[in-house]
């Protein structure tokens, strides 16, 4: 038997899919439409370029004390002044500026233009350095005074160590002291920065003090190798005096001419002994013991054959 209710029913499902498909043919026309009529819109009125016009803040006596413009943003004392920039800077770097009552800067920080490393500086009131930070590969805090003549400089040195120098007022160096493997302290003095003294560990891991004279002559020298030692020399750092211990290990002093020359030496060993010699560094005389244990004195002509031996 045929039920009527079925037919209903199949006819409802076929138009409310005719009715679908009519609104999203619809949807799409109205979609198409829109998107023409923005383009047309855009070629006929282009997009207006970005406005220069600053957007300022007033405070309620009608004066300025915020401004945005394409510069960044500018905050304002009562008078006027300005007393904080965030922005660009003339080289087009990002950047912080504190200024004083008068609108003087006074601190600023910014990236450096050429390396893209963060700097800090403190101002004087004249706008002058008192104080860098810098954050590059190599990071540094100078100090200056108030001729703007670096004073104190603390970083890291270009082999990766830690370095504070010292100036002596005229932008020369006077002091630095250095750490690393091989840790130093070196005074300088006079504008050729002539080296006057050093204490510090050579690359044998050995201590050692040097001394130079106004022309960083080295005049003083002092070891703390295995075998240590302190040497004179003269301005020609030719060696007069040595006393320390010899390559044997033993304690000796040796005293030299102007040459350099041996011209005395006392040393200790199993037994002690003491040498003369004359200008050409030849032995004259010798007194103390002899290497079969015996003591004695012996007397060399200058050609060094015995003159007077006792016993």
Known sequence: MHDPSLDLTARLARLEREVARTRGIALGAVAALVATLAIGAAAIHPPAPLSHSALTVRDAAGHVRARLDIDGVHLYGTDGHERVLLGMNADGEPALHLND???????STFLDPKTQFATTRFLSSASKSLATL?????????FYDKAHSWRVYLGISTA???ILNLSNGSGHLAAEMLGGAQPRFTVYTGSAENLRGSLGINTAGDSGVVLADTAGISRVLVSGDPLPFLKLMTGSETQRMYFGLSS??????DL???????????????????????GSAIERGYFGLYTNGT????IYNADHSAHWTSP
């Open 101 to 107: 009552t008068r609108g003087t800067t006074r601190y």
């Open 248 to 253: 044997q290990g033993h304690p000796m002093i």
């Open 160 to 162: 990766h160590d830690a």
């Open 256 to 278: 030299r001419n102007h040459l350099g020359g041996d011209g005395y030496a006392l040393t200790v060993n199993d037994g002690a002994y003491m040498k003369l010699f004359d």
């Open 295 to 298: 003591s004695g004195v012996s």
């Open 134 to 142: 810098s954050g590059d590969e190599e990071p540094f805090l100078r």
